[in-house]
Structures are given as C-alpha cells and as structure tokens.
C-alpha cells in the first residue's frame, strides 16, 4: 500500500506491553498505519485542530493511544468504548499514559520491575517512558478522555450520549471472537448504531478482514485499501 502521510520511523516506543498496558486476547494496530488512516480521515474533514475522537470496540485502547500521543495538536477529545469490562479498564490506563500523572506512575511501575529482576526489556521499557514524559512536559495537552462500557451491536446502545465524533476509526473483533467473525453484517449493525453520535460531515474508518463486508447503503465509501490479509474502509455519511 502506499502511505501518503505517514512516513517509515521507528515506532518501537509504542510496542505493546513495553510501556503501554496490554491483556490476554486484547489486539493491536500497526502504528504507521493507524497513523496514515487517520490522516486519510482528517484530510475529508479538514484540519480542525479540535478533533473529537471515538472508537466504538477500542479494547484495550492502544489505537486511541498512539493517536493521542501522535496527534495532541489536532485532537480535543477522545473517547473509547468496548463490551468488554476488563478491556475498556485496560484502555483507560492507556490513555491516562497521555498526562504526567499516568506516565509517572508507569514509570514508577517499571523502575521497580527493573529493580527487582534487572532485565534488559524493562531498562528498555522504562527509556521509552521517559521519553514520553519528555514529551509530555514539552506540550501543553488539551485533550480529554472519556471511555466507557457498550455493546456497539445493541440497538441503542449510543443513545442519548453527549457527545459527537469527528473521526470513528475502529478494528473489529476477529480471528476467535466468532460473535464477529463469519457473522451477517455485524458491521452493518455498528454502523447503524454509531449514528446517533455522528455529525453530517463525520468520517468513519472500519478495519477488518477481507471477509469481513460492509452493505450499508446510508453511507458511501470513500475508499477501501487492503493491507495484507486484513483492510480498511473510509466512509461518510450518505446525503438524503
């Protein structure tokens, strides 16, 4: 695929488990392109500079995160919601790393673990986490975070939330978690149940597998990119 925005670096500060939290069955992004597509999605909208934020089955929030950490200027509020209990509590650790209370604590988390068994990986870990309070301190960061739990397939399960998303950039479930995988138009149901938290001009970006389709007439694409076996879709709202 060719990138337009995002340029090959070394990312390996946002490798998951060395400073940011992971668990058992949560996913991950490669960093470079959830950079790149959200960058495809900005460029539909324009840049703002206060760009509201939503993932819709954010897991453990690493997506949301790398966004946070790569785009502060652009982005006022980010906001994350998944079924499951454990992971959107995982996810709020995530995105407390954002702010120096999160990532001192972390740090503070990963100097003992280096105390205690003197191990190359948390030396590691712990220079990266450095190096994002680093970044922290030399930025004035407005953006604010909010997640919460949702099963995005319930019907209502956005309403009468007070909020509205510039940008929904999601991956959905997949591989073991059948409740997904091989499914009619499990797409088709987030889509229609994000509505009610969209603008008219919103962008949404859903990465899946290539089985995975979406039919949802109320939207057009505005592209579909495959990345190896997996692929996004960018989409707006259909004109009536």
């Given at each position: 695929m060719e990138y337009r925005y995002c340029e090959r670096t070394n990312f390996e500060d946002f490798s998951s488990g060395r400073v940011f939290y992971h668990g058992a069955g949560i996913t991950n992004f490669p960093v470079r392109l959830v950079q790149e597509i959200f960058c495809r999605c900005l460029s539909y909208i324009g840049n703002r500079g206060e760009v509201c934020l939503y993932d819709p089955c954010c897991g453990g929030g690493y997506l949301l995160t790398v966004l946070g950490f790569l785009n502060p200027e652009?982005?006022?509020?980010?906001?994350?919601?998944?079924?499951?209990?454990?992971?959107f509590e995982?996810?709020?650790?995530?995105?407390?790393?954002?702010?120096?209370?999160?990532?001192?604590?972390?740090?503070?988390?990963?100097?003992?673990?280096?105390?205690?068994?003197?191990?190359?990986?948390?030396?590691?870990?712990?220079?990266?986490?450095?190096?994002?309070?680093y970044i922290i301190q030399r930025r004035s960061l407005k953006t604010k975070?909010?997640?919460?739990?949702?099963?995005?397939?319930?019907?209502?399960?956005?309403?009468?939330?007070?909020f509205k998303a510039d940008i929904v950039i999601t991956d959905v479930p997949y591989g073991n978690l059948v409740s997904w995988e091989g499914q009619d138009n499990m797409i088709g149901a987030l889509l229609r149940n994000i509505r009610p938290v969209l603008k008219r001009d919103s962008i949404?970006?859903?990465?899946?597998?290539?089985?995975?389709?979406?039919?949802?007439?109320?939207?057009?694409?505005?592209?579909?990119?495959?990345?190896?076996k997996r692929k996004f879709e960018i989409l707006r709202i259909a004109e009536n």
């Open positions: 652009l982005i006022s509020m980010i906001i994350g919601s998944d079924i499951n209990k454990s992971a995982i996810a709020a650790k995530n995105l407390g790393l954002l702010f120096a209370e999160g990532i001192d604590a972390r740090i503070g988390e990963l100097r003992e673990l280096h105390n205690k068994y003197n191990k190359s990986s948390h030396l590691e870990a712990l220079e990266s986490a450095n190096r994002f309070a975070v909010r997640t919460f739990q949702a099963d995005i397939l319930a019907d209502n399960a956005l309403k009468n939330l007070e949404v970006a859903v990465c899946s597998t290539k089985r995975q389709k979406i039919n949802v007439a109320s939207y057009l694409r505005l592209e579909k990119q495959g990345v190896g």
